[in-house]
């Protein structure tokens, strides 16, 4: 058994996972792949996808940027085509936005930010729902950040568009609860990888720090001082899939370490 190999799972669940591969969303796809799910993904880069399909031929993909609506709907269009239904969505659509005082912040740049954190889930969900109806029931997780639980100066689009995750997730699971849906949030902290990197390269040019510094200012927001492994995201997400979540909807999961603080 892998690491990520889990007896609750039910064989041959239907999953879709958005932002996918690479990082955090591969993680999760390759799990559930390895508990005989039935896995299709997108992702806004072609070049992820044809590593992702390479080394995992038995999932297929679209390529996608899920922040346009009619993407999403191509997507949904080759979900019912390849899966023949649907029983798990993972929304992981997620950017780090820009790092500025908020009278500094462009339109531009705040829309990016709100349109692929926030509004790809709502896009995702509202396709998502006919197909877990139909299927008797379901989940919803969204990959949200442990900036849904603070504020964050010189963050706000980044911390609001997660903030509005929680909003979604609480109001969904009141919503979809007699239709047999669950819908949680999972709340990652600082998730180890290429992206974190960059943010914390962006950091430390804007604070002329050094990389080290800038690390350790992230390792000192939670109590256990560790920043999260995407294969610790991909666990909790075949839990709350599993049988053993069965029960579980409507709340919003930290994983961090127990954050502290949020801050830069």
């Known amino acids: 058994m892998t690491e990520a190999s889990f007896q609750a799972i039910k064989p041959g669940l239907r999953v879709l996972i958005s932002a996918a591969a690479s990082g955090i969303g591969k993680s999760i796809a390759e799990a559930f792949q390895e508990n005989d799910c039935k896995v ?18 038995m999932i297929s993909a679209t390529f996608a940027d899920v922040s346009d609506p009619d993407m999403v709907d191509r997507v949904f269009e080759d979900v019912t085509s390849k899966l023949g239904g649907l029983d798990v969505l993972v929304n992981n659509a997620g950017i780090a936005g820009p790092v500025a005082p908020v009278q500094d912040i462009e339109p531009t740049d705040w829309n990016r930010t709100i349109a692929v954190n926030l509004n790809s889930h709502f896009y995702c969900a ?3 729902v006919p197909l877990l109806q139909n299927s008797g029931g379901g989940c919803i997780i969204f990959i949200a950040s442990s900036a849904a639980f603070f504020g964050c100066p010189l963050r706000s689009p980044y911390s609001v568009s997660k903030w509005g995750l929680i909003g979604l997730t609480k109001t969904l699971a009141m919503e979809l609860g007699p239709s047999g849906i669950r819908v949680n949030a999972i709340c990652p902290g600082s998730v180890e990888g290429e992206r974190i990197n960059s943010v914390m390269q962006r950091d430390a040019r804007s604070q002329n720090k050094s990389i080290e510094e800038i690390r350790q200012n992230y390792l000192a927001q939670n ?17 709350l899939a599993s049988s053993m979540g069965a029960k579980i909807s409507g709340q ?13």
């Open 40 to 57: 299709h993904i997108c992702d806004s880069d072609q070049r992820a996808i044809d590593e992702c399909l390479a080394s995992n031929p």
């Open 126 to 128: 509202r396709k998502a």
């Open 223 to 239: 109590s256990m001082g560790t920043f999260v492994e995407a294969r610790d995201v991909a666990n909790m997400t075949l839990f």
């Open 252 to 264: 919003a999961i930290g994983l961090d370490g127990n954050t502290e603080s949020f801050s830069l």
